[in-house]
């Protein structure tokens, strides 16, 4: 490894805007399985091995729609079977089909308490520490109802939705207790896509009445135990942006790249929150060339670094296999490189 990882403490400054390192924080292993690079599997370990990843992962064992581990059958948010369509998309998928199994779901509720939730414990190291689960709120709402459903959820049965995501929350304050107590983690980091590439999926007003206070609540509990948050939300979410800082949210990913205008983003907010920026996946990372790549690094330093910190890289989503090999190479050292020199320059201006 080129550079040692920052520690804990070091991280928790860059977040809080209290201290920048010698670097930009770097956090591209989450997002990049060497196994998507085929033949080259062994060649990207070695790479991702080589250079710094600033916070471990540990990921949490969430309840599925209706499939429980064999060690707990009622681990699982529906209590009564339910088949998966075979010629439906994922997002079409329907297992709850109207809301008056609503009460029957909330009275069979997976209990947050179950033994296994985690798999995995983390390494016992200085490293920042997170723990993470895929699908908040809106997520959970349609990985039930299927996602033409969830979208007329909010007007059609407003009642049954705030009963629901009350329940989840609920559950999740649960889980972050336990990710405290039991794993000694310094964030929680889920996700909520609620926007698309060219808009946000839903109105301020239904962004205000049906996720701001539920998301209020999980982020007042993580910081009543000394823990940062961390979200995940794809697509056009500026509209909200102002909301989540105002509640107290930590660090936001990825800002997706062609979704919003990244130098307004960061002139607006950079000083008030946390960006884990993403880098592209869609369009630079399979089309463009190892240079195209450093070039587009540079331009996410310039654009989101701050000299006291309040900014981290990573990918934007999960590296598939149209990645070279050559571009990831491309993509972690010059991360390493030009976050370096880009730190030094604050530092010679103080």
């Given at each position: 490894?080129?550079?040692a990882?920052?520690?804990?403490?070091?991280?928790?400054?860059?977040?809080?805007?209290?201290?920048?390192?010698?670097?930009i924080?770097?956090?591209?292993?989450f997002?990049?399985?060497?196994?998507?690079?085929?033949?080259n599997?062994?060649?990207?370990?070695?790479?991702l091995?080589?250079?710094?990843?600033?916070?471990?992962i540990?990921?949490?064992?969430?309840?599925?729609?209706?499939?429980a581990?064999?060690?707990?059958?009622?681990?699982?948010?529906?209590?009564?079977?339910?088949?998966?369509?075979?010629?439906?998309?994922?997002?079409?998928?329907?297992?709850?089909e109207?809301?008056?199994?609503?009460?029957?779901?909330i009275?069979?509720?997976?209990?947050?308490?179950?033994?296994?939730?985690?798999?995995?414990k983390?390494?016992?190291d200085?490293?920042?520490?997170i723990?993470?689960?895929?699908?908040?709120f809106?997520?959970?709402?349609?990985?039930?109802?299927?996602m033409?459903?969830a979208?007329?959820?909010f007007?059609?049965y407003?009642?049954?939705?705030?009963?629901?995501?009350?329940?989840?929350?609920?559950f999740y304050m649960?889980i972050?207790?336990?990710?405290?107590?039991?794993?000694l983690v310094?964030?929680?980091?889920?996700?909520?896509?609620?926007?698309?590439?060219?808009?946000p999926?839903?109105?301020?007003?239904?962004?205000?009445?049906?996720?701001?206070?539920y998301?209020?609540?999980?982020i007042e509990?993580?910081?009543?135990?000394?823990?940062h948050?961390?979200?995940?939300?794809?697509?056009n979410?500026?509209?909200?942006?102002?909301?989540?800082?105002?509640?107290?949210?930590?660090?936001i990913?990825?800002?997706?790249?062609?979704t919003?205008?990244?130098?307004?983003?960061?002139?607006?907010?950079g000083?008030?929150?946390?960006?884990?920026a993403?880098?592209?996946?869609?369009?630079?990372?399979p089309?463009?060339?190892?240079?195209d790549?450093?070039?587009?690094?540079?331009?996410m330093?310039?654009?989101?670094?701050r000299?006291?910190?309040?900014?981290?890289?990573?990918?934007?989503?999960?590296?598939t296999?149209?990645?070279?090999?050559?571009?990831?190479?491309?993509?972690?050292?010059?991360s390493?490189?030009y976050?370096k020199?880009?730190?030094?320059?604050?530092?010679?201006?103080?």
């Amino acid at each position: 490894m080129k550079n040692a990882p920052f520690t804990a403490a070091q991280m928790r400054q860059v977040i809080e805007g209290k201290q920048a390192g010698d670097r930009i924080p770097m956090i591209y292993n989450f997002w990049s399985s060497p196994s998507v690079f085929g033949e080259n599997k062994e060649k990207a370990q070695q790479l991702l091995n080589e250079y710094p990843c600033d916070a471990q992962i540990i990921s949490i064992r969430m309840p599925d729609i209706n499939q429980a581990p064999d060690d707990d059958p009622d681990y699982k948010f529906l209590y009564k079977t339910a088949s998966f369509s075979l010629s439906a998309g994922l997002d079409a998928q329907v297992f709850l089909e109207d809301w008056s199994d609503l009460d029957d779901i909330i009275a069979h509720f997976p209990n947050p308490d179950y033994v296994n939730l985690f798999p995995h414990k983390g390494i016992n190291d200085s490293r920042y520490k997170i723990a993470h689960w895929w699908y908040c709120f809106f997520e959970r709402l349609w990985s039930l109802r299927g996602m033409e459903n969830a979208l007329t959820d909010f007007y059609l049965y407003p009642d049954e939705v705030h009963k629901f995501f009350d329940k989840l929350c609920d559950f999740y304050m649960r889980i972050i207790e336990r990710c405290k107590s039991e794993l000694l983690v310094d964030a929680i980091f889920t996700s909520d896509d609620i926007g698309t590439q060219n808009a946000p999926f839903f109105s301020e007003e239904i962004f205000v009445e049906f996720f701001k206070p539920y998301y209020k609540k999980i982020i007042e509990k993580a910081h009543s135990l000394g823990m940062h948050f961390w979200l995940h939300t794809c697509g056009n979410i500026e509209l909200y942006l102002p909301h989540f800082i105002e509640i107290g949210l930590d660090v936001i990913h990825p800002i997706q790249k062609y979704t919003m205008e990244e130098k307004k983003i960061a002139e607006l907010y950079g000083d008030q929150i946390c960006i884990w920026a993403g880098f592209d996946v869609q369009r630079i990372i399979p089309f463009g060339t190892p240079e195209d790549v450093r070039a587009e690094v540079r331009h996410m330093i310039d654009t989101y670094a701050r000299k006291n910190g309040r900014f981290m890289l990573t990918c934007g989503n999960g590296l598939t296999e149209d990645c070279p090999i050559d571009s990831l190479k491309a993509l972690l050292d010059e991360s390493l490189s030009y976050g370096k020199q880009k730190m030094m320059s604050y530092h010679e201006k103080r």
